[in-house]
């Protein structure tokens, strides 16, 4: 990989540059993002890459620049802007059978839960899932991940889910843990999922059956290091999973996997107070929050439990918004991701940072923390990822545009813009 040299930029958004492992809206640093940006023309605001890793940010003519030579790359960022890669900390993308025909429902009025109970939904994902070849899923998730990787996301995470027992639940684990380990164009966080209840299966029932089965098995595989799983999620919901059945599931992942995180679905389409139970055992992050009550959002803002926001997902499936602006102004700690399924169908995390503007009033500024810095902190992967600074690992956007905020005022128009994504320092997508 060599010295890598990025030079002539209009902007270098670091976001931060003091190790910050978050930012919450209550930070003034949140309103004065750390950006580098030319005062003269003439100036030369460059990047240096070593082995993947940021070894410099700054002007040419800085004294520590002197110290580079004989870069083996050289990338012209000319009236560009450079930020850091994106991070989306929600998604849902190894699966057979998209639901076209469920989306033409739900335009015509039907709601999640009726498509649910009437054996549509999720249970028509399940069952294509169940039927697909291991290498299908494969194929058909890394062409995914490319479409992540060429809208800008550099780090995402990718659950299982669409199983609802062992066998399928755990191809999809082998699947997600191939790419993790083989697919160097993005970066993964692998999540079991605890997702639904099989039909003439009860939660009760499930539930002792991942307890006792499920998760003592995939701990085995974990140690022979058959399957990396880094996060346990369950969809803690009416008629899904109960606060207990999902406090449950949690605590025996803590019990018996070393370092799994917790990263569960909280307060989507009814108000459970989930987010205690998420706050009590340490949660690194509770996806959806829809229906957060105020006391919760309080509990929430004491700690260092982040809120993910999925804006697609409430807009396709018109949900009660959550109340982002309000959490926000408390002080919780605030990520997104896209919740890519096939129920909310978007890989490009800038038109989730625009709808997180648009329609949940986050400003600029913190829709690209959200979508950086603090979806990085949501995974676990801070101190390497979210930000660009000396030491964190090479992985950058750089769009066609002297300001950054057209990333987020552009709606739509990522494509056009984004001229390179690295990847731990490699070129893994460029513009024709």
Request: some cysteine; proline content about 3%.
């Amino acid at each position: 990989m060599g010295l890598i040299l990025i030079y002539g930029a209009s902007q270098i958004v670091q976001v931060v540059s003091n190790g910050e492992r978050y930012l919450r809206a209550t930070d003034p640093k949140i309103k004065s993002l750390n950006v580098l940006s030319k005062q003269h023309p003439e100036q030369n605001l460059c990047i240096i890459i070593e082995n993947g890793i940021i070894k410099f940010t700054g002007l040419d003519t800085d004294q520590e620049f002197s110290k580079f030579s004989d870069f083996d790359q050289k990338i012209d960022a000319q009236n560009c802007s450079i930020l850091p890669g994106f991070v989306d900390a929600h998604t849902h993308p190894v699966w057979e059978g998209d639901r076209i025909n469920e989306f033409k429902m739900k335009l015509e009025g039907a709601s999640y839960m009726e498509i649910h109970e009437a054996g549509g939904g999720i249970h028509f994902t399940v069952k294509h899932t169940k039927e697909a070849s291991e290498e299908k899923l494969y194929q058909s998730f890394t062409q995914r991940l490319g479409n992540f990787s060429k809208f800008g996301t550099t780090f995402v995470e990718c659950k299982s889910g669409y199983g609802l027992e062992w066998q399928t639940e755990h191809k999809m684990l082998r699947v997600i843990t191939k790419a993790k380990r083989e697919f160097k164009s993005i970066n993964i966080s692998s999540t079991y999922l605890a997702h639904a209840v099989p039909k003439n299966t009860s939660a009760k029932e499930l539930t002792q059956d991942i307890v006792e089965n499920q998760i003592p098995t995939m701990r085995n595989l974990i140690m022979s290091k058959e399957i990396d799983v880094d996060n346990i999620d369950v969809f803690c919901e009416k008629g899904v999973f109960d606060v207990n059945q999902t406090e449950r599931i949690l605590k025996k992942a803590l019990e018996s996997i070393q370092g799994i995180q917790i990263n569960f679905h909280s307060n989507e389409l009814f108000p459970l107070n989930s987010v205690e139970m998420a706050v009590r055992l340490g949660s690194k992050a509770v996806s959806h929050l829809e229906e957060i009550s105020d006391s919760e959002i309080e509990l929430m803002a004491k700690s260092e439990t982040v809120g993910i926001l999925l804006p697609t997902t409430a807009i396709i499936m018109q949900l009660k918004r959550p109340p982002a602006r309000k959490m926000l102004n408390s002080g919780c700690i605030m990520a997104l991701g896209s919740d890519f399924n096939p129920n909310a169908y978007c890989y490009a995390m800038p038109m989730i940072m625009n709808y997180a503007c648009v329609d949940l009033r986050l400003s600029m500024n913190e829709a690209l923390v959200a979508a950086t810095l603090n979806s990085a902190f949501a995974l676990g992967v801070e101190k390497t990822r979210g930000s660009i600074e000396v030491g964190k690992c090479a992985d950058l956007v750089i769009i066609d545009s002297q300001r950054w905020e057209n990333i987020i005022y552009q709606m739509g128009a990522h494509s056009n813009l984004i001229k390179y994504v690295f990847v731990n320092g490699n070129i893994v997508h460029q513009k024709e």
